[in-house]
């Protein structure tokens, strides 16, 4: 494993004081990466830590499944799919002028070429993603990752597998060095009890993790906490006033505290406070619901259901269930239909697990771009920064963006690894 360099000290302008806005994933780490260099850190909340979508995802470390979420195979579910509540992909009909800009780059970007070229700028976040973490936990960050030994994305059938080989072809020619090897229905079902004789064919990837996403990202808050950071928790910012030289963070409390500078990493509500700082691009709240349930055998690692679009984790002594994609405004209250869609889908592969016994219902915003790309990097104005948009791999990609855009925010210099990343692209 290979040990990433220290960031640098504080020198001559470097800023002294920073606030981050959001304790996801993304914002605490940017936190963390700061303090390496001695910056004092404020974070600022509107709820608690790791209650946005960093809270009830699938806790999934898998570079090699790291893609933009624009690709051709999306257009082919068409216009009747995507308008049923039980599609993988949900898109209630309502006049919204925002979801419209964003739902018209998103179909322009679903093209292979644009996806070819997606996919190249991940490859270098992707290969450092998991030794981001290695950092953090060499660093004292007590939350754990766990080997997801041979990960099993299953299938119906062998042709149905197709597809996703194909797409990790593609991954591999774009330059990821991802490693998987179809399966069997019968030797996946070997491995996995937990699987059904539904289950007739499977794609082993190898070489990923996966954790438990709000243990993990509170152990980060504590982390921040223990270097002298201070977490505002029910702060929302409702604004940001450039002053002489610093930012004042303006408060729903009626707190107002000036900065030096100030990294926006506030997921679906990034629009609000981001674009009279230059960025552009639409960022629209892809919403996912996740559910946990007993098992009486849990799997040994994740269990991914492609075509389905569900994904499966063992997290602490229950599965958790996660799945979908709508496109709805950030704060719509949980769909029922979205829930039960979800467990429909995946009860014919399981066996031995109870999805009558949910707990924590839960749904959340994932901040999504319509070109598939986070935004990370640096705005318009030389105090505000970026940390946002990455759909689904927020909590895969939170560490490294922390750590690049640290190294942004202390020297003034973009690494190559964020060019295609640009907030005002």
């Known amino acids: 494993m290979s040990v990433s360099k220290p960031l640098p000290a504080l020198g001559a302008g470097s800023p002294r004081s920073v606030a981050v806005v959001g304790a996801g994933m993304v914002g ?15 974070v600022y909340e509107r709820d608690q830590v790791a209650a946005g979508a960093s809270w009830g995802n699938a806790g999934w470390l898998t570079p090699d499944l790291t893609a933009p979420l624009p690709e051709p195979a999306v257009l082919r579910y068409g216009l009747r799919a995507v308008l049923s509540p039980r599609s993988p992909v949900y898109l209630p009909l309502r006049a919204d002028r925002q979801l419209l800009r964003f739902l018209t780059g998103f179909v322009a970007h679903s093209t292979p070429r644009r996806w070819r070229r997606g996919m190249a700028a991940y490859v270098p976040l992707n290969d450092r993603a998991l030794e981001a973490f290695d950092v ?14 041979t990960f099993l994305a299953c299938f119906r059938r062998e042709r149905d597998a197709e597809g996703l080989l194909a797409e990790l072809e593609a991954i ?11 399966m069997t229905g019968w030797k996946a079902r070997a491995m996995e009890p937990a699987l059904t004789d539904q289950v007739g064919a499977a794609v082993a990837i190898y070489g990923q993790r996966y954790l438990h996403p709000p243990e993990y990202v509170r152990s980060l808050a504590q982390a921040v906490r223990a270097r002298g950071g201070q977490i505002v928790e ?7 006033q450039h002053q002489s030289g610093g930012v004042t963070v303006v408060c729903t409390t009626g707190e107002r505290r000036r900065h030096d500078a100030v990294v926006l990493a506030n997921g679906a509500e990034l ?3 981001a674009g009279r700082y230059g960025v552009r691009q639409p960022v629209q709240a892809g919403r996912g619901y996740s559910f946990s349930v007993p098992a009486e055998q849990l799997p040994g690692g994740p269990l991914y259901f492609p ?11 229950r599965l958790r269930v996660a799945g979908m994609m709508e496109f709805r405004r950030h704060g719509d209250p949980l769909d029922p239909r979205r829930i039960t ?9 399981l066996n031995g697990v109870d999805l009558e016994d949910r707990r924590n219902e839960w749904v959340g915003s994932r901040p999504c771009t319509a070109d598939g790309l986070p935004l990370i990097g640096a705005t318009a104005s030389p ?3 970026i940390g946002g948009g990455h759909g689904m791999w927020g909590i895969a990609l939170g560490p490294i963006t922390g750590q690049l855009l640290a190294q942004t925010v202390l020297k003034g210099e973009v690494p190559p690894e964020l060019m295609p990343f640009d907030p005002l692209r």
């Open 28 to 42: 605490l780490s940017t936190a963390w990466f700061l303090q390496e260099a001695g910056v004092q850190v404020t």
């Open 136 to 149: 953090l936990a060499a660093g004292g960050v007590g939350g754990q990752t766990h080997s997801a030994g």
């Open 172 to 182: 591999r020619d774009a330059g990821q060095n991802a490693t998987f090897a179809p």
């Open 234 to 240: 029910g702060a929302g910012v409702t604004d940001l």
């Open 271 to 273: 629009p609000q406070l």
């Open 307 to 317: 075509q389905q679009r569900v994904a499966c984790t063992p997290l602490g002594g």
């Open 341 to 349: 869609a979800i467990v429909d889908a995946v009860r014919p592969f």
């Open 383 to 385: 105090r505000v920064f």
